[in-house]
């Protein structure tokens, strides 16, 4: 395994948001993957920011409001170290499903409530978490760009937007980031909405850089996942398409042993080298896994190398579909009246 080593910076947009190459997603912190444990995520955060490691992401709807209290209080006396970025728009419905709110009221409240848990006066990069289907994405941007200008926020970024509402977007407040899934295993961005992402100078954060941590080799049967694990229903985690894809993590494990790097570095590492606008934000809420994924800032990929991956993990080569409900990626929302 390849030892942690300076992450360095990168630059998100063209306004100048410059963060770490490599950032931390606290959403397991709260939900989703097992059991919480809050001094070792709360440890985690600190070690994140003394390895670099200091563009941490939450969002609201991640435990309910919970990660981001646990946030503010990990960067309590640390503020200055930290680029922060928040999200807003999804809530948890009582059909067990999520509900999506990108009137312009809703995000004001979101981002006071934001602020207040996470104990900060302004958020570095807000993110609308995903299109409202029902309200002009001008609307929202609109109403997010407010908050710039009262200093609440300093940066506005989209999250899993179609490249239409990325271009309408644009039109009314510069975005710095886009952030959506995209690793070895998931390659959809690249079809369209990387190329209008660069068009318009928009920073790509790579959210589950990992496959969901698949692409670690870490999981070799769904028996590996805790009972209150999501990806047990996950459809790329199921049935036959498990089997499937468990080749290509043997494919990639392979791979990493002749680098001398684990397969979770050399993942990360291809996402890294997808260019200087690329900033991933690897999951988790151990140390040492993130000490490992830190690893990745030093492991050197040849063209030849990016080829071989290229060949290894051509873009559809996962078995299953990323969500259960396909519309939750990629959201346009309706056109604005005049």
């Avoid at 067990?96 to 409240?109: H, L």
Wanted: proline share 5%; hydrophobic share 40%; with cysteine.
């Amino acid at each position: 395994m390849t030892s942690p080593a300076p992450v360095g910076a990168r630059t998100l947009g063209r306004d100048g948001l410059t963060v770490s190459a490599l950032g931390l997603g606290c959403m397991g912190m709260s939900q989703m993957y097992g059991a919480a444990d809050r001094g070792e995520s709360i440890a985690t955060i600190h070690r994140a920011l003394d390895l670099g490691v200091t563009f941490l992401d939450t969002s609201d709807v991640y435990g309910d409001g919970h990660n981001e209290e646990l946030v503010g209080e990990a960067i309590a006396g640390r503020r200055d170290e930290v680029q922060l970025a928040t999200k807003f728009s999804l809530s948890h419905n009582d059909r067990g499903g999520m509900d999506i709110d990108g009137r312009p009221e809703n995000v004001r409240a979101r981002a006071e409530a934001s602020l207040r848990r996470l104990r900060v006066d302004v958020i570095d990069l807000y993110y609308q978490h995903r299109v409202d289907p029902r309200v002009p994405i001008e609307d929202t941007v609109g109403a997010m760009a407010e908050l710039v200008q009262e200093g609440k926020v300093r940066y506005l970024g989209l999250s899993e937007a179609s490249a239409t509402s990325i271009r309408r977007a644009a039109a009314v407040h510069p975005i710095a980031a886009l952030q959506s899934e995209w690793s070895l295993w998931t390659r959809d961005l690249e079809a369209e909405v990387l190329g209008v992402a660069r068009e318009q100078s928009i920073g790509i954060v790579p959210f589950s850089p990992l496959g969901r941590g698949f692409l670690t080799g870490a999981i070799r049967s769904p028996e590996d996942f805790a009972e209150d694990d999501w990806r047990r229903g996950h459809p790329r985690f199921t049935g036959e398409a498990f089997a499937a894809n468990l080749r290509l993590v043997d494919a990639v494990r392979a791979m990493a042993e002749g680098k001398e790097c684990t397969p979770g570095q050399l993942t990360l590492a291809w996402v890294l080298a997808q260019g200087d606008d690329v900033v991933p934000i690897p999951g988790t809420k151990r140390r040492s896994y993130l000490e490992e994924n830190v690893g990745a800032a030093a492991v050197e990929l040849s063209d030849d190398d990016l080829a071989r991956l290229g060949e290894i993990a051509p873009p559809g080569v996962a078995q299953g579909g990323r969500y259960v409900d396909s519309s939750y990626a990629y959201g346009d929302s309706p056109e604005q009246v005049a």
